[in-house]
C-alpha cells in the first residue's frame, strides 16, 4: 500500500548540531509540505514544494531548509539546532491532478525532536 | 490573508451530541477541510466542504457557508474514541495554495 513515511520517529540533538529529517512518500504525489506543532500554535507550515526542484518559504521557515531531487523525498534541515526548535514535526503530501478535494494531504507519523 | 478560529477546548457525554465550530476569513475559497488527530498520533482527513450545506458521512457531518465564513463539525452518538483534537483547514488563496490549519478544538468525551 501508498504510504508517507518519516524517520527518524524520535532524536535528541544538541544545540548547534545539524539535523536532517527524512520524509518519504510513495503515493507519486507532487505536493510536500512540512509543519511543526507546538501546543498553543497549532500546525505551521515550515517549507513545501510542488515538484521536483521547487521549494517555498512557509510560515515560520527561518533556520530551516528543504531540498527536492525526486518526487518520493523532501528531507528536512535544521542548520544549527535552537532549542526553540524542538516540537513535533510532521511531512504531508497531496496530489493537485486529482480533482475533488485536491488539497487533501495526507500526513506522516511525526517525528518528535528534542533540542537540548 | 488567513484568520481560522476554533474553541480550543469542548467536553461532551458518551452517547451525545457535539458540534465544533469554525470560522474563517480568506482572500479566495477553495474548500475547508476537518482532520481528526489523536494525542501523539497524525492528523487524518474526515472531510471536506466546497459548496454550502451539509455533507453527511456516518456518525459525522461537516456544514459549509460560504457566504458567512463559517463551518461545522458535527459528531452524533459520541464514542470514548472520538475523544481527540479536530482541525479546521482552509487554503486561504484558493488554488492549489497550501493549507493553513486552525490551531484545533480537543474534545473530550466523559462517560
Known amino acids: 500500500d501508498a504510504e508517507i513515511t518519516q524517520s527518524p520517529r524520535h532524536k535528541i540533538t544538541e544545540t548547534g548540531r545539524q539535523v536532517t529529517l527524512a520524509c518519504h512518500q510513495t503515493?507519486?504525489?507532487?505536493?510536500m509540505f512540512w509543519y511543526r506543532q507546538d501546543l498553543g500554535h497549532g500546525l505551521r507550515l515550515i517549507h513545501y514544494?510542488?515538484?521536483?526542484?521547487?521549494?517555498n518559504k512557509g510560515e515560520v521557515s527561518d533556520g530551516y531548509s528543504v531540498s527536492r531531487s525526486n518526487t518520493e523525498d523532501l528531507p528536512l534541515t535544521l542548520e544549527s539546532a535552537a532549542s526553540s526548535q524542538t516540537s513535533v514535526y510532521f511531512c504531508?503530501?497531496?496530489?493537485?491532478?486529482?480533482?475533488?478535494?485536491?488539497?487533501?494531504?495526507?500526513f506522516g507519523p511525526g517525528t518528535r525532536l528534542t533540542v537540548l | 490573508g488567513q484568520n481560522i478560529d476554533q474553541p480550543t477546548e469542548m467536553t461532551a457525554t458518551e452517547g451525545a451530541i457535539v458540534q465544533i465550530n469554525c470560522t474563517y476569513q480568506t482572500s479566495g475559497f477553495n474548500g475547508l477541510f476537518w482532520y481528526q488527530q489523536h494525542a501523539g498520533e497524525a492528523p487524518t482527513f474526515l472531510s471536506y466542504?466546497?459548496?454550502?450545506g451539509l455533507e453527511e458521512k456516518g456518525r459525522f457531518s461537516s456544514f459549509l457557508s460560504r457566504s458567512k465564513g463559517y463551518s461545522y463539525l458535527l459528531l452524533k452518538e459520541l464514542q470514548m474514541k472520538d475523544s481527540a483534537s479536530y482541525l479546521c483547514a482552509t487554503p486561504p488563496m484558493g488554488g492549489n495554495t497550501p493549507l493553513v490549519f486552525g490551531k484545533g478544538t480537543r474534545l473530550s468525551v466523559i462517560a
Open positions: 466542504n466546497v459548496l454550502d
Open positions: 514544494s510542488y515538484g521536483v526542484q521547487d521549494t
Open positions: 504531508a503530501s497531496s496530489d493537485p491532478s486529482s480533482g475533488g478535494a485536491r488539497d487533501t494531504q495526507y
Open positions: 503515493w507519486n504525489h507532487n505536493n
